[in-house]
């Protein structure tokens, strides 16, 4: 089990300053209005949106995340919670973002808590990772075309699975960007 308290407090992510490139690229498909960030961990992507004006809301389950988070995207509303047990209703949301967290049981959760029309952006690593650093779990990464799969009835507005390098880090990831029709 991960100790996410401990990766913050021991600077594991202290790089990560700028939103995602992802995000950068796509937020302006996204309506005005609500957007929840699933796993928020520094706040740095809802911070980025909120700057821009939308409303949001991001939950993390890290308190040391959490406090991060707080000084970096103080116009953010922030939940402590586990993303496994979503606290937003459903039609709620006009974006949902998830970077780098995978949970399964949650993606009909994530489908429902968009409005019509809303967009999800959603990055996160293929089961390729293995093969190029250390070994993670395999409940958290997906297989190839896994992404996509579950949001087949969404516009497609962006999706690639991709080798990238990026601070000298090599990442087999899957990205998607979508409109909930």
């Given at each position: 089990?991960?100790?996410?308290?401990?990766?913050?407090?021991?600077?594991?992510?202290?790089?990560?300053?700028?939103?995602?490139?992802?995000?950068?690229?796509f937020w302006?498909?996204?309506?005005?209005?609500?957007?929840?960030?699933?796993?928020?961990?520094?706040?740095?992507?809802?911070?980025?949106?909120?700057?821009?004006?939308?409303?949001?809301?991001?939950?993390?389950?890290?308190?040391?995340?959490?406090?991060?988070?707080?000084?970096?995207?103080?116009?953010?509303?922030?939940?402590?919670?586990?993303?496994?047990?979503?606290?937003?209703?459903?039609?709620?949301?006009?974006?949902?973002?998830?970077?780098?967290?995978?949970?399964?049981?949650?993606?009909?959760?994530?489908?429902?808590?968009?409005?019509?029309?809303?967009v999800l952006?959603?990055?996160?690593?293929?089961?390729?990772?293995?093969?190029?650093?250390?070994?993670?779990?395999?409940?958290?990464?997906?297989?190839?075309?896994?992404?996509?799969?579950?949001?087949?009835?969404?516009?497609?507005?962006?999706?690639e699975e991709?080798?990238?390098?990026?601070?000298?880090?090599?990442?087999?990831?899957?990205?998607?960007?979508?409109?909930?029709?």
């Amino acid at each position: 089990m991960t100790d996410w308290d401990k990766r913050y407090r021991d600077g594991f992510y202290d790089g990560a300053k700028e939103p995602h490139e992802l995000l950068k690229g796509f937020w302006q498909a996204i309506p005005r209005g609500r957007v929840i960030d699933i796993a928020m961990g520094n706040g740095r992507d809802a911070a980025f949106l909120a700057g821009k004006g939308f409303d949001v809301y991001g939950i993390e389950k890290s308190t040391e995340a959490i406090k991060i988070a707080g000084q970096a995207a103080s116009n953010v509303s922030i939940i402590y919670g586990d993303a496994g047990l979503l606290p937003f209703k459903n039609n709620s949301a006009e974006g949902v973002l998830v970077f780098y967290f995978l949970l399964r049981s949650i993606m009909g959760d994530i489908i429902n808590i968009l409005k019509k029309g809303g967009v999800l952006v959603y990055e996160t690593f293929l089961g390729r990772q293995n093969d190029i650093d250390r070994r993670r779990n395999p409940d958290f990464l997906l297989d190839d075309g896994e992404l996509i799969s579950y949001f087949r009835k969404f516009e497609n507005l962006f999706y690639e699975e991709t080798i990238t390098t990026s601070e000298g880090k090599r990442r087999a990831i899957a990205r998607f960007v979508g409109r909930k029709r």
